[in-house]
């Protein structure tokens, strides 16, 4: 009942939006198409939401923070997500992330034929998403040359190449399923070594994490109100935290947030590392919805590298 | 239909019985000569912390001031971490240490001795890592 209430008033906005912007087109005549076509872009986004200010764990510490009302297309998207129905709670009252969580939302420009035409970004997608990245570590000077020259190596520099190789966190980003149950957190991504098995019961960091080395860092969850904290150290120098060479030293440590409003995800991860960071980089924030219905997980087919020489260009990745 | 099971199983398992000697989880004993125990000191080289057990490599200069490179076989990575090493943070590549070894009755190449090691001294402290 409250959604209808919602969405009619919603409604009732634009309509006296538009009606606004029709007697404006009329009253102006020269530039008023200009003035048109900015005023229906804001409409797109709730006044209440112009702001990174307004976005779920956007209260991080960090250095990245829009000039003015700018958003960056990544979290303009997550702010237009709104959660349908109340958070489950567990007996502790603390929200329950168990759950499929998939990111089928509708896409934002349309279907392909639409607005993004065939084949649009293809050519050169990744200098396309290079540009698009408004949220980027910031490494230490020494190391700026070699970001560069991992991200425009071949392919293959990259760890992920390949058949099995792990990706680890916090590249692996939000967990596919998550079941939260008899004090422990389950969370699976669907990559190689996706498996989290993690304690939820207010133990003390182990002073022997810190000598591993692996993927998936040795995890460590608590409660912070209603929003789920992992901190993860003994991480291998082997995985990257994206795609454009960000690399990472072995004394890296991660801080991951989950956060469920309805049916509604929201996930974020801070990346300490002083090694070769300036200062600690805080991601993006990111939504998924919880998919009532989940598939079956198949087994995966066996992977052979065979074809990858056709499948990718070997020269470049840029 | 059972005579076939029967036949493919013990296929199956004279396949496994001839796998088995190379995969078995080896006995140091096998290898090493247990009963003989010295100690070598000098630089790490390389640690290949891998499962199901870890390598070392040192280099070791004898008194004609010639270097012996040693290549050592130890616990698994997560056996030296429970063993109390700190092999992040205070083992450091380049460094030089003592360890308390038992070598091996073949060596793999001319070049290289092969030895287990049973303790490593990390500034001034004795961790044992196996006693056999």
């Known amino acids: 009942m409250n959604d209808i209430k919602r969405s009619l008033a919603g409604l009732g906005c634009a309509l006296l939006v538009a009606t606004a912007t029709v007697v404006q087109q009329s009253a102006e005549q020269p530039g008023a198409q200009a003035k048109q076509a900015t005023q229906v872009g804001a409409l797109q986004l709730p006044p209440a939401a112009q702001r990174t200010g307004n976005l779920p764990l956007r209260d991080v510490q960090t250095s990245y923070s829009p000039a003015g009302k700018r958003v960056s297309p990544q979290d303009g998207f997550v702010m237009q997500q709104k959660p349908r129905g109340d958070t489950p709670r567990d007996a502790d009252g603390h929200p329950d992330l168990s759950g499929s969580w998939g990111a089928a939302f509708p896409n934002p420009i349309g279907a392909p034929g639409g607005l993004r035409r065939d084949g649009a970004f293809e050519a050169d997608q990744s200098a396309m998403q290079r540009g698009a990245q408004w949220n980027k570590p910031i490494y230490k000077p020494e190391y700026w040359e070699k970001v560069r020259q991992l991200d425009y190596s071949r392919v293959d520099v990259d760890p992920v190449y390949g058949c099995y190789k792990p990706i680890g966190v916090p590249r692996q980003n939000v967990p596919a399923r998550i079941v939260l149950k008899d004090k422990q957190i389950w969370l699976q991504n669907s990559v190689e070594n996706g498996l989290r098995i993690l304690p939820l019961d207010e133990r003390k960091r182990d002073e022997n994490d810190y000598q591993f080395s692996t993927y998936n860092g040795m995890g460590l969850a608590h409660w912070e109100g209603d929003t789920l904290v992992i901190e993860s150290v003994g991480f291998n120098d082997i995985s990257w935290l994206g795609w454009e060479g960000y690399f990472h030293s072995d004394k890296m440590e991660v801080t991951e947030r989950f956060l469920r409003q309805g049916d509604l995800l929201y996930y974020n991860f801070t990346v300490k590392d002083p090694e070769v960071l300036m200062e600690p980089w805080t991601s993006y924030t990111y939504v998924r919805r919880v998919v009532p219905n989940p598939v079956r997980q198949d087994e995966a087919p066996e992977c052979d590298e065979r074809d990858f020489k056709l499948l990718a260009d070997p020269y470049l990745r840029g | ?132």
């Open chain 2, 1 to 132: 239909m059972i005579k076939q099971f029967v036949i493919a199983s013990a296929a199956a398992l004279a396949l496994l019985m001839i796998g088995a000697p190379a995969r078995a989880h080896h006995s140091a004993n096998a290898e090493f000569d247990t009963q003989k125990q010295f100690t070598i000191t000098g630089v790490l080289t390389k640690i290949e912390n891998v499962n199901p057990h870890s390598w070392w490599y040192v280099d070791v200069k004898g008194p004609d001031g010639k270097t012996q490179s040693w290549m050592l076989e130890s616990l698994s990575p997560r056996g030296l971490i429970l063993k109390g090493l700190k092999v992040k943070t205070e083992l450091h590549l380049g460094d030089t240490y003592s360890f308390r070894i038992s070598p091996a009755l073949k060596d793999p190449d001319p070049k290289t001795k092969l030895g287990f090691m049973r303790s490593i001294t990390v500034n001034g402290k004795e961790y044992v890592v196996i006693e056999l």
